[in-house]
């Protein structure tokens, strides 16, 4: 069945990186934009970024641009985002997500994850 | 960036009862306006895309509506499994955003 599936997360001190990933499964991966989106502690969904099917076209939220860098490898049918320099405040659970229709960007998501928590504390 | 403003923050309302839900946009977002459901411990879930058009296997008591600026979700018959906090999302522009949430609790 369609099924995404995040990793990666964990506790982690303020400055330090991580890498998170999302294996996706039961459908032509390489043919879907997938988006990053992020609900920290007691607050709401905040869209973090999307990387086009063919890895070329990525946009991202103005408070992650330049810490944070989505890629993907359609071989391996994983999209992953990566966090440097984090801050308290990036606690959240990350969830990847997948566009509903094929060969688009900036379409809706239909299929989500189950999400990866990031901690960041000293 | 577009910001989006859900009203009201919370609605307590009983099972049968009618959810009207609003989103309000800081600039014209043409039609490109979804809603999703959100339970805690679960994964968002696509509820309507494009201002009134229900995604797959969504029950017909959901539907949307709006235009340019201003949206509504509604909920014609509160059943048990509807409450949860729902969000609007616009696709219009980069970076897309969300509004902050409505809860529907059950009063």
């Known amino acids: 069945q369609v099924q995404l599936v995040e990793s990666g997360g964990g506790v982690v001190q303020p400055g330090r990186s991580l890498r998170l990933s999302c294996a996706a499964s039961?459908?032509?991966?390489?043919?879907?934009?997938m988006h990053w989106v992020r609900q920290a502690p007691g607050k709401g969904l905040e869209w973090v970024g999307v990387?086009?099917?063919?890895?070329?076209?990525?946009y991202y939220a103005d408070s992650v641009r330049g810490r944070f860098t989505i890629s993907r490898d359609n071989s391996r049918n994983t999209v992953y985002l990566e966090v440097n320099s984090l801050r308290v405040e990036d606690s959240a659970v990350f969830y990847c997500?997948?566009?509903?229709?094929?060969?688009?960007?900036?379409?809706?998501?239909?299929?989500w994850g189950q999400g990866t928590m990031v901690t960041v504390s000293s | 960036e577009i910001v989006l403003t859900q009203s009201p923050a919370t609605l307590s309302l009983s099972p049968g009862e009618r959810a009207t839900l609003s989103c309000r946009a800081s600039?014209?977002?043409?039609?490109?306006l979804a809603w999703y459901q959100h339970k805690p411990g679960q994964s968002p879930r696509l509820l309507i895309y494009?201002?009134?058009n229900r995604a797959s296997g969504i029950p017909a008591r959901f539907s949307g509506s709006g235009s340019v600026t201003d949206f509504t979700l509604t909920i014609s018959s509160l059943e048990p499994e509807d409450f949860a906090v729902y969000y609007c999302?616009?696709?219009?522009?980069?970076?897309?955003?969300f509004g902050g949430g409505t809860k529907v609790e059950i009063k």
């Open positions: 997500s997948r566009e509903k229709q094929q060969l688009a960007l900036s379409d809706v998501t239909d299929i």
């Open positions: 039961g459908f032509t991966f390489s043919t879907y934009s």
């Open positions: 990387i086009s099917y063919d890895g070329i076209n990525k």
């Open positions: 600039q014209n977002i043409n039609h490109y």
């Open positions: 494009d201002t009134s």
């Open positions: 999302q616009q696709r219009n522009t980069w970076p897309l955003t």
